[in-house]
C-alpha cells in the first residue's frame, strides 16, 4: 500500500481541476450527448455556434454542457441522459421519450458545436434562456454563462441580468438564423467577449 502524505504537494498527483488538459474528449462526451429533446417534439430547436480563444481562433477540444427548462418553464426531474445496461454496465444513451433538460457537446476541428433542445420557457423575472458550461484548454475552472434566444423583446428587456451588463448583452442573446437554428459563437476573451457568470 502506498501512503500519500498530503501535506506535501510534491507527492500529490495533479488532478485535471490542477493542470491545463485538454481532457474532455476522453470518457465526458457521450453518444447523443447533443440530442437534448425527445424523437420528434414539435418544440424543439437547435442551437449551434463555434468556441473561439482571445485570437479569434476555433478551439478543437472544448466541451460545452447546457442545460434548460421545458417550454412550460418548469425544470425537469428526470434521469436519462447516462443510463447504463444494468447486465454489461455499457452505455445505453438516451432514451428517445424523457426530457432531462441537460446535454453535452464537445467542439469538432472547426471550433463548431450544436445541440437539439427544447425551446425553454420563462422563470421568473427572467427572459427564457438555456444555461451553458464551458470547458476547455488554458481553463483551469470552467465557464458559465446564458444563451436567451431572440423573438421577445418585452422580456429581453425586462430580464436582471440582460439589464445589469449593459452594452454587452449581445454576447448573451443568440443569433436566428434562416433555416430556423440558433448561432451562438462562444468567445472567451478579447474582441467580443462573451459575458460570463460567477455563482457564490
Do not use: K
Amino acid at each position: 500500500m502506498t501512503i500519500i502524505d498530503t501535506a506535501d504537494p510534491d507527492q500529490v498527483l495533479p488532478t485535471p481541476s490542477h493542470t491545463v488538459g485538454p481532457f474532455y474528449g476522453y470518457a465526458l462526451p457521450f453518444p447523443g450527448g447533443e440530442e437534448v429533446a425527445p424523437l420528434g417534439h414539435p418544440d424543439t430547436i437547435t442551437v449551434h455556434g463555434r468556441v473561439l480563444d482571445g485570437a479569434g481562433d476555433p478551439l478543437p477540444d472544448a466541451l460545452i454542457e447546457l442545460w434548460g427548462p421545458r417550454p412550460d418553464g418548469t425544470v425537469p426531474r428526470v434521469d436519462g441522459s447516462l443510463r447504463r445496461d444494468p447486465a454489461t454496465g455499457g452505455h445505453l444513451g438516451r432514451n428517445g421519450v424523457e426530457f432531462t433538460g441537460w446535454g453535452r457537446s464537445q467542439t469538432d476541428a472547426g471550433g463548431h458545436w450544436y445541440a437539439r433542445t427544447l425551446r425553454p420557457g420563462a422563470r421568473g423575472r427572467n427572459a427564457p434562456y438555456l444555461g451553458v458550461c464551458v470547458f476547455a484548454r488554458g481553463l483551469l475552472v470552467h465557464l458559465f454563462t446564458r444563451i436567451y434566444l431572440p423573438g421577445d423583446d418585452a422580456a429581453l428587456a425586462a430580464d436582471p441580468l440582460l439589464a445589469r451588463v449593459g452594452d454587452r448583452r449581445d454576447t448573451l442573446i443568440a443569433g436566428a438564423e434562416p433555416d430556423g437554428t440558433y448561432r451562438f459563437d462562444i468567445r472567451l476573451q478579447g474582441e467580443g467577449e462573451t459575458v460570463f457568470l460567477e455563482f457564490q
